[in-house]
């Protein structure tokens, strides 16, 4: 189960969005498997996607179509990735199908798929379910959508955030996200859809969403394999009305965006398969953030340290071993301080004198704790979300496909 997790949190609508959820029968029976998503007119799009070099057909459509998108048609069960031109076929003719019944035209329709990867997607159950999808639009299901777009997930993930702007305007912000493993920066491997009713120009949106992307879906690392479908979107619909957000106001949204953002990528961390703990590795003291990063990300995707979390086990040498082993030049170990919360393990690259092994092991039952790593080369920083590797995870990976 997830760790520390609250799948009913309190959430809002997003004025000019509407969603509607239908059971297509694409591999799952009897569950929602078919998401739509239908925004208002002049509504700006923008989107951060996997940069697998194999990836897949909608994620190929969907990066073309941002520009013109007007609805969203999601589905999980199959991932149409590796199906060659037959997958980009049948891509493009689900689009033309909720093109048709929203009368848009079919490059107003973005397309996102997750599930299994390597099997043909067939079009008919997009068909079928159509007219029950285009009936059902309305602003309030959101937590109905976040449910069917999980695939291995064992709860959905949607929160939203406020936010009240000098001149008194009110701004919303609503997002859900899937993903359980394969998840690894690159933008990590998941599907996450936001959207708010904020007036933002199109190149303000993208680089507000880039940059929220960058602390939270690309800061995150189940097992170190990006997948072929990745993607996040967020859609702006300007509900809220007035001139496009600009200086201290895009400041404040990009704070909410990069706030929700974060709080969904833990989700994932959180509900990640076979995870009973959610690790925070911090790195401090580094000449760079990039520095800072490459130490946190070879810490944060170590199956020994990982093993080692499971079985809450505070083997403080395999934490150092990755650090060792990140491919920093001239790495200094006589200056590295290394922390799990607020337990000194090492200090200046020896063992801290008050440390014992009992106080170690009392932070590492904690389901969640900080791993904290100073380099003593610098003054940046850097921060990865990590999990544990259990029995369950090799089991649910395993049985996958069966």
């Avoid at 009305?241 to 106001?249: C, I, Q, S, T, V």
């Avoid at 063992?351 to 932070?363: F, I, K, L, M, W």
């Amino acid at each position: 189960m997830a760790v520390n997790w609250n799948a009913d949190a309190p959430w809002q609508a997003v004025p000019g969005v509407e969603l509607a959820v239908a059971q297509a029968g694409i591999r799952y029976r009897n569950r929602d498997d078919v998401v739509l998503l239908r925004f208002a007119v002049g509504t700006t799009m923008a989107g951060v996607f996997t940069r697998n070099a194999f990836c897949a057909a909608p994620v190929h459509l969907a990066r073309a179509r941002l520009e013109a998108g007007r609805a969203w048609l999601i589905n999980a069960g199959n991932a149409n990735a590796g199906t060659g031109a037959a997958g980009l076929a049948a891509a493009e003719q689900s689009c033309a199908l909720a093109a048709q019944a929203l009368e848009l035209t079919p490059e107003a329709v973005l397309p996102f798929s997750t599930g299994v990867i390597g099997e043909a997607l067939r079009v008919e159950p997009f068909d079928r379910a159509m007219p029950d999808l285009v009936a059902a639009l309305d602003a309030q299901n959101w937590p109905r959508a976040a449910r069917a777009i999980m695939t291995t997930d064992t709860l959905p993930k949607l929160r939203s955030r406020t936010l009240t702007l000098a001149d008194g305007r009110h701004l919303t912000l609503t997002g859900m996200a899937k993903g359980a493993g394969m998840i690894a920066p690159d933008m990590a491997t998941l599907l996450a859809f936001v959207a708010t009713d904020a007036p933002l120009e199109a190149s303000a949106t993208q680089a507000a969403l880039r940059s929220a992307v960058a602390g939270s879906f690309n800061a995150i690392c189940v097992d170190g394999d990006t997948s072929t479908n990745d993607a996040c979107v967020l859609a702006a619909t300007g509900a809220a009305g007035g001139a496009p957000l600009r200086g201290e106001d895009l400041a404040d949204f990009q704070a909410a965006l990069d706030a929700l953002l974060a709080e969904l990528a833990q989700g994932i961390v959180r509900d990640a398969e076979g995870a009973t703990r959610l690790l925070t590795i911090e790195v401090e003291q580094a000449e760079s953030p990039a520095a800072a990063r490459q130490v946190a990300d070879c810490v944060a995707t170590s199956p020994l340290v990982k093993t080692a979390a499971f079985a809450g086990d505070p083997n403080w040498g395999r934490i150092l071993a990755a650090v060792g082993r990140s491919g920093l030049p001239e790495l200094d170990v006589g200056a590295v301080d290394l922390w799990l919360d607020e337990v000194c393990l090492i200090a200046q690259g020896e063992p801290h004198p008050e440390y014992t092994e009992a106080r170690g092991a009392a932070v590492c039952q904690r389901p969640e704790y900080t791993v904290r790593i100073r380099l003593g080369r610098g003054a940046a920083s850097a921060r990865v979300w990590t999990c544990d590797y259990s029995y369950d995870y090799v089991r649910i990976n395993a049985e996958y496909r069966s």
